[in-house]
């Protein structure tokens, strides 16, 4: 198992169109290994591909790393493959989102307090589910990192110019972390 580098908000990586994984091999989960140690590192509750700068349809969570969410099934940790959203449902939520790839950036995002989602697990056996709640928010987070969204484009221009200095900060490779970083590629702050 290996720690893999994080890639960081502006990197071109995170805005692309992510490729489907057409079959299993021992790449493949030497790669959902190390992304679980990295996310694990890092004390997040997700991680996509695209953060380690692989651009395929690929990734992990495992929400239950928030230990006061005592209130939802334990999931343990989950793989999805070629996700697809078939339906939100139930009322839009505010929460509080932050993004292993924007440290030290957070903002509430509203999202659909329900997501079914068809995917294939780590075997590549089909399955399809609904969540709620939390986990449900962590879904809907990571899914978008595969169409290349990230939390930000949901705030409005107002609440993201607050976060320009941060988000400046992250883009010129200045901010310290306690996980690591790959190193910047170039690209303009937006
Ligand atoms: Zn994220």
New binding site residues.
């Given amino acids: 198992m290996a720690l893999l580098p994080i890639v960081t908000y502006n990197d071109s990586v995170l805005r692309e169109k992510t490729e489907k994984i057409d079959e299993n091999s021992e790449s493949l989960q030497t790669l959902i290994d190390d992304m679980f140690e990295t996310m694990y590192n890092s004390s997040g509750v997700?991680l996509?591909a695209p953060?380690i700068g692989e651009s395929i349809q690929l990734f992990v969570v495992d929400a239950d790393a928030i230990p006061d969410e005592i209130d939802e099934p334990n999931e343990g940790p989950l793989v999805f493959i070629n996700p697809v959203i078939i339906e939100t449902s139930g009322e839009e939520v505010r929460m509080e989102e932050g993004?292993?790839?924007?440290p030290d950036v957070r903002d509430d995002v509203l999202r659909p307090l329900n997501v079914r989602i068809e995917f294939f697990d780590r075997d590549l056996k089909k399955q399809e589910r609904e969540f709620t709640g939390w986990m449900s928010r962590v879904i809907q987070?990571?899914f978008d990192?595969l169409q290349g969204v990230?939390?930000l484009d949901y705030l409005s221009a107002f609440r993201r110019r607050l976060h320009r200095s941060a988000l400046k900060k992250i883009d010129k490779g200045l901010l310290e972390t306690e996980y690591p970083l790959a190193p910047k590629k170039q690209g303009n702050v937006t």
């Avoid at 993004?99 to 924007?102: M, P, Y």
């Fill in positions: 997700g996509a953060q993004c292993l790839s924007i987070h990571e990192h990230l939390f």
